[in-house]
C-alpha cells in the first residue's frame, strides 16, 4: 500500500498550505487593488456621516460582485477579494476531501465530509 506513505503526506500538506498562501495572497490583491482604485477615485470626496447610505445592490448578490469588479468598480472588487478569502479555507477542506478519497482513508474523509458540509451550512446562513 504506497498511498499512506510519509512522502506523500508532506506532499499533500504541501499541497495544501500552498493553496492557502495562493488564495490569501490573491484576496490580498485583490483588496489592495479595489481599495486603491477606491482611494484614487474618492479621494476628494465628503463623507456625509448624517445621512446613511446602504449597501449598494450590486455587492448584494456574487454574480453582480463578479460583474461589477470586471466592470473595474472599485466597491467590488474589495467585496470580491473578501469573497475570495472566505472561499479559500472552504476550497481547502474541499481539496482535503479529494486527498483523503485519494488515499482510500474513510476516517478521516468522513470527518473531513462533515466539516465541510458544517461550512457550507454556515455559509448558507442555516437555511437548507
Known amino acids: 500500500m504506497t498511498e499512506n506513505r510519509p512522502g506523500n503526506d508532506r ?3 504541501l499541497l495544501i498550505g500552498n493553496l492557502l498562501r495562493i488564495g490569501v495572497s490573491i484576496a490580498a490583491c485583490l483588496v489592495a487593488v ?3 482604485f477606491y482611494l ?3 479621494a476628494a470626496a465628503v463623507p456625509h456621516y448624517g445621512t446613511f447610505q446602504g449597501e449598494p445592490d450590486f455587492l448584494e448578490h456574487v454574480g453582480k460582485v463578479v460583474v461589477a469588479a470586471i466592470s473595474l468598480r472599485s466597491e467590488a472588487i ?9 472561499a479559500v479555507p472552504i476550497f481547502r477542506v474541499a481539496v482535503s476531501v479529494v486527498l483523503f478519497l485519494v488515499k482510500r482513508d474513510r476516517l478521516y474523509t468522513v470527518v473531513t465530509l462533515v466539516v465541510l458540509a458544517v461550512l457550507l451550512f454556515a455559509l448558507l446562513g442555516g437555511k437548507v
Not at 474589495?78 to 472566505?86: K, P, S
Open 34 to 36: 479595489g481599495g486603491a
Open 11 to 13: 506532499r499533500m500538506e
Open 78 to 86: 474589495i467585496q470580491l477579494g473578501l469573497l475570495v478569502l472566505i
Open 40 to 42: 484614487v477615485r474618492r
